[in-house]
């Protein structure tokens, strides 16, 4: 994998695939999953969550010969957008591995026989639980008595506690700081990939908008507005993003807070 024109990006930009690596594209599920599986054995995994989609890379040549259901090589003539060094936040194309001083590349082998794995297991996530809860001054109470429960049943190797915590301020803050639907409710979902990998929480609210969101995440864990709550995510090394929220129709309705806690933080 080249190091110079990648690694010196100020900003996204597109690259040709075919000659330092191919990629693969694979759904966000199956990938993140894949990714569990791997452990040390992956290289850099980016990931556009505009398309949910994540790419690993492999040796250039991979894509004359991959076939696995449900992904996608992209080698000669194909590009892929590739992220500002160490930028591991949405609402972009971002980092979900960073390419490190090993390398970039994923062995084409490895990354076949952990997708596999996945589509075996019908790459669906070891736990997922969703509600929808009045937004009102109480919410971030009553998502709290819901989570902890809902986690301890679903034996998450993570901090509990801090889970539980993140929830409740990313609930209040869609109160405090962002906008309601309609129907003044707030939709959560917790999904755990894997039984033993990280817990994925996600919150919509109405507002297409994250002000102050670089601001936000690039200070640290001292930096996080202590009003917002958010420095919960840092403190328990995990990583906040969002994105845009869509109609069925591909109309933009809102926003999607995501963060992402590792299991052992």
Not at 13 to 39: F, K, N, Y
Not at 211 to 219: A, D
């Amino acid at each position: 994998m080249p190091t110079n024109p990648l690694s010196i990006a100020a900003g996204f930009a597109l690259h040709d695939a075919g000659q330092d690596w191919d990629a693969i594209r694979v759904p966000q599920p199956l990938g993140v999953a894949a990714m569990t599986i791997l452990g040390g054995r992956c290289g850099a995994v980016a990931e556009d969550p505009h398309t949910n989609v994540v790419y690993y890379f492999v040796p250039a040549g991979t894509s004359a010969q991959w076939e696995v259901e449900h992904t996608r090589a992209i080698g000669g003539g194909g590009t892929v957008a590739i992220p500002p060094v160490r930028y591991t936040n949405g609402p972009g194309p971002h980092w979900r591995i960073c390419p490190g001083d090993g390398g970039w590349l994923t062995d084409a082998r490895a990354l076949r026989a952990a997708l596999e794995d996945c589509r075996d297991l019908g790459a669906q996530p070891a736990y997922r639980w969703e509600d929808r809860l009045k937004g009102d001054e109480f919410v971030g109470s009553n998502v709290r008595l819901r989570v902890r429960p809902r986690l301890t049943v679903a034996r998450w190797p993570g901090n509990i506690d801090i889970a539980t915590r993140v929830c409740g301020h990313l609930m209040d803050n869609v109160v405090r700081h962002a906008k309601l639907f309609p129907d003044r409710m707030v939709p959560i979902r917790l999904i755990c990939p894997s039984r033993q990998g990280e817990l994925i929480i996600e919150v919509d609210d109405a507002l297409p908008d994250f002000p102050g969101f670089e601001e936000i995440v690039s200070q640290g864990t001292d930096g996080y507005p202590p009003v917002t709550g958010l420095w919960w995510v840092a403190h328990a090394k995990g990583q906040l993003a969002w994105e845009l929220l869509r109609s069925d129709a591909g109309e933009v309705i809102g926003k999607t807070v995501k963060a992402v806690l590792p299991p052992s933080p």
